[in-house]
């Protein structure tokens, strides 16, 4: 017996109807940071694996997630495990004008254990504004991420907000808090005492009970802003009020890799639950340009995963589950030379329309014509074919059937479809 194969561990197909929720998602996106004007970047799906080395040897993303090969050319590649690292390294591929304004949608790979709304291959929206220090960028891009959620009907984000200071100043911090951490050493979860000195701000991520404990008595990271990154961040503030964009502040929102500066912000949906309830995220990383060859550059963006995004619109009920179908099915009971023509001249006149095959019977066709989830059906049968009309007939309101004209049938059908 032949092996039935299935989809790999943490990974899960998008069928129609669940894909139209998929592509009201991403044209959202692509609206809302169109009119912003950032333009759509399409990147490898894999690079050399220094590309995400960079990112930081001591993230659980580069020791253990990573799916890396050699191809066989003996290059060592890996499978891109999130967006903005492609994007920066194209930035300084292609020295594009700046600020240089760009977002994705991609699939990331990471060999995690699947969790609610995160899988091994998952996918992402995003948006990068690389050239630019102005915090006047870091408040466009939270609010228009902000925009994004409240065009998909998103009620129940909120937004936390915080800052990680100038270079220096987050490096004065991380002294300061390795020694606070190490001298609690016995008070944390086992499992963090690595981080405790090797990465202490990521001491502060940590979702272990006994170690959340500690990091609630922390010191604050804003307490060590100097003067610019105070202003900056102040700014970053007066326009989102500006642009009533609600926020908290929060002192413990950090990121633990290296080249993140300033702005830092996190979107979270009430509508889940626990500690899978954020549905995006970002800041600024003025290092990165940098640390992958290029010319410093300053730059600012922001993930959000597809899969959780969904998550919290089923539980909004915010995306339209129905949609898709297509407005016209045409049931052709003499030959389906007729169905083929009529269905392509809809098509060709902006009607969305399709038709079944194989030469089934009227009643065959019937029933894939009600599963379409079209409005209208158009038949033809002999009486049709001889007096070159066709019969249209509701499939939903139940109104009487109309007899058409075969010559001009889309304007006859384009003020019926109206009240189908």
Known sequence: ???????????????????????????SFAQVMGGAGYGLVQSPMFEDIGVFQRLGEGTEVVRKEM??????????????PEGTASVVRAFNQHRPTVPWKVWYVTPCFRYEEPQAGRFRQHHQVGAEAL?????????ELIATQHDFYQRLGLKSVSLRLNSMGSANDRRAYTEHLAAWLGQRLDDLDPQDHPNASEHPLRVLDSKRERSRRI????PHITDFLSDEARAHFERVQAGLDALGVAYELD????????Y???????????ALSGAQNAVGGGGRYDGLAES????????????AGIERILLAADAEQALDTDGGAVEVFVVDVCGGSAGRDITFELRRNGISADRAFDGRSMKAQMKVADRSGARVALLVGTDELAADTVTLR??????PQVTLLRSGLVEQLAPLLARA
């Open 215 to 218: 990091i609630a008595q922390a």
């Open 251 to 258: 002192t413990r929102l950090v990121r633990g890799l290296d």
């Open 394 to 399: 509701y499939l939903r309101s139940g109104e």
């Open 67 to 80: 799916y890396d090969f050699y191809d066989k050319g003996e290059r060592h590649l890996a499978l891109r």
């Open 292 to 303: 992958l060859g290029g010319k410093p550059a300053s730059g600012v963006g922001f993930g």
């Open 260 to 270: 993140y500066t300033h702005s830092t912000w996190e979107f979270a949906s009430a």
């Open 131 to 139: 050239g630019s220090a102005d915090p006047d960028l870091d408040a």
């Open 1 to 27: 017996m032949v092996e039935q194969f299935q989809a790999p561990k943490g990974t899960h197909d998008v069928l129609p109807v669940e894909s139209y929720r998929w592509q009201q998602l991403v044209a």
